[in-house]
């Protein structure tokens, strides 16, 4: 098992950047592949990033392509999101998660996540 803690999301004006951290417990953390998701209000949790279990491997959502970077720190059980010119429409809870079993083609779904943090806020204002 793992346990995800989720941290530095806040109130941004758009065009910002923001760094969210997600540190993890346990000694296996760099046997998950890790993803991010966020929910905005009303809608349904969706696909923001993952990486696979070295850090070689990124998959990116094309809405936040190109201006989110995720990384990890495996020897600091950490993965990062970095959010540079971030817009209106990534309001959002941000939710990091693991699992041990995805493949290429179940990374991007949420259900195939079985551990998940509790999230964390962004909030970009106009």
């Known amino acids: 098992q793992v346990q995800l803690v989720e941290s530095g999301g806040g109130l941004v004006q758009a065009g910002d950047s923001l760094r969210l951290s997600c540190a993890a417990s346990?000694?296996?953390?760099?046997?998950?592949?890790m993803g991010w998701f966020r929910q905005a209000p009303g809608k349904e949790r969706e696909f923001v990033t993952a990486?696979?279990?070295?850090?070689?491997?990124?998959y990116y959502a094309d809405s936040v392509k190109g201006r989110f970077t995720i990384s990890r720190d495996n020897a600091k059980n950490t993965v990062y999101l970095q959010m540079n010119s971030l817009k209106p429409e990534d309001t959002a809870v941000y939710y990091c998660?693991?699992?041990?079993?995805?493949?290429?083609?179940?990374?991007?779904?949420?259900?195939?996540?079985?551990?998940w943090g509790q999230g964390t806020q962004v909030t970009v204002s106009s």
């Open positions: 990486i696979n279990r070295s850090g070689t491997m990124t």
């Open positions: 998660a693991a699992d041990q079993r995805l493949t290429i083609t179940t990374i991007r779904d949420s259900h195939e996540y079985d551990y």
């Open positions: 346990g000694r296996t953390f760099s046997s998950y592949r």
